[in-house]
C-alpha cells in the first residue's frame, strides 16, 4: 500500500484544485462522447452523399470510436499507463485525435471516413483509462465518486454541445457536418493544452519507486486469473451488456428515429440532445451528492427498473413522436446514476495502482469490440422489425443491472488502500 507524502498531498490538496484536476481530465468523456454522437448526426448526410449501405454503417459503427478502434486504443493505452506514466498519454493521445478529425473534417470519400474514425477511436481509447484512473488516484475516499461524476457530467455535455452545433448547421449539409467536427478538433486542442499543467499520479509514482514498472505478462496475469478473472468478468459483464444498448441509443437514434418514426432530422437530434441533458441533470442531482454515503447498488437497480421501462415504450407502442419521447426521459432519467458511473468508479477502485489502467484499458476494450460487432448486426436485425431490436435492447439493460445488483461491491466511502486491502490485493 502507498504511504508517500505525495499521496497524502494529492488526497489533501484545496477542494478547487481537485474539482480542476478532474475538469481536465474529465474531457476525456466529453471528447469521447462528443466523436460518437457528432457521427451520429451526420450519419444521415454521410449516407445520401456517399450512397452507403446498411452494411457499410454497420461496418463504420464497428469500426468506429463507439466500438473496436477505441477497444484497441483503451487495451494498448491502459498498459502505457501502468508502465510509463499517466500523464504520458497525455503527451500524444490528442494529436492523434486532432489528427484523426481532420480526416473527417476534409473527408470526399467513404474510405476518408474510416480512417479518420479509427484514428480518432485509438487516441479516445488511450485517454479514457488515463483520466479515469489519474481522478481515482488523486480523489479523497468520501468524494471520489463525486469528483468522478464529473466524467459522466462531460460525457454529457460533449453531445449536448455536438447536438446543438448539429442542429444549427444542419441546413448546411456535408459543410455543416465538416463544422460540426471542426469544433471538436478546437475542444481536443484547448484541452491538450490545459493538460499540460497536470502532474502525475503520486500513487503510481510511489508504486513504481517500491516495486518497478509493470511489465504486459506480468500486468496482464493477475487480470486473467483468479480474483481479477472475477472481477474483470463482472464488470464486463455488468457495463458491456448494458453498453450494447447504450452504444445502439447513442450512435443509431437520429438514424433509426428517422428511417422508422417518421421524425424529422430536427426532430431526433432534438431528442438525443434532452436524453445527454437528462443524464447530466440527473448525475449532478442524484450520483454525484449520494453515490460515495449510500448503497450504490440500490442506485443501480432503480436506474435498471426505469431504463428498461423506458425501453419497453419502443417495444410495445407504435414508434411516433411520444413514445419516442417517453423513450428519451425515462433513459435519461435512469442514465444519471447507472451502469457506466459505476463502471468508470468501481474499475477504478477494485484493481490496484499497478493494474488499475491495464485493467480498465482491457475491459474497456473487450466492452467496446463486443460493441463494435453488435453495431455491425443492428441494422440488419431493425430492417426485420424495430420492435425485435426493442426487446432485445431492454433485455441487455435487465440483465446488466441483475450483474451489478447481485456482484456489486461495497466500496462507497473507502479508501483506495482499504479497498486494496479488502479485496486481497496488498502486499
Partial sequence: MTSSAGVRQSEHASSGQHWKWSFVAAMASYIDAGSIVAGSVALSVWVQAYGLTDSTVGLLGALSSNAISAGVG???????????????IYAYDLLLYMFGTLWLIFAVDTWMLFVGYILVGLAVGADIPASWSLITEFSPARKRGKLGGLSQVMWSLGPIVTLALGLALQPLGMLGMRLLFASLFVAALITW?????????ARWEQETTDTGPVKWGAALRPLLTGKGLRLSLMLIGMYGIWNLFAGTNGFYTPY?????GSQSDAASVGLQCLYFLLVA???????MPFNDRFNRRLMLALSTVIQAGGMLLLAVLPLNFGTALGYIVAIGIGGGFGAQHFFQIWSGELFPTKLRSTAQGLMFAVVRIGLGFWSFFVPIITATGFQTLAYILTA???????IGVIWGPKTEGLTLEEIEQEQGWAR
Avoid at 487495451?75 to 500523464?87: A, F, S
Avoid at 433509426?256 to 422508422?260: G, T, V, Y
Fill in 193 to 201: 493544452w490545459m493538460r499540460h499543467g497536470i502532474g502525475e499520479s
Fill in 256 to 260: 433509426l428515429l428517422k428511417a422508422f
Fill in 74 to 88: 483503451a487495451l494498448v493505452g491502459g498498459y502505457i499507463c501502468d508502465r510509463y506514466g499517466r500523464k504520458k
Fill in 396 to 402: 441487455f439493460i435487465v440483465i446488466s443491472g441483475v
Fill in 281 to 287: 441533470v440527473f448525475t449532478v442531482l442524484v450520483f
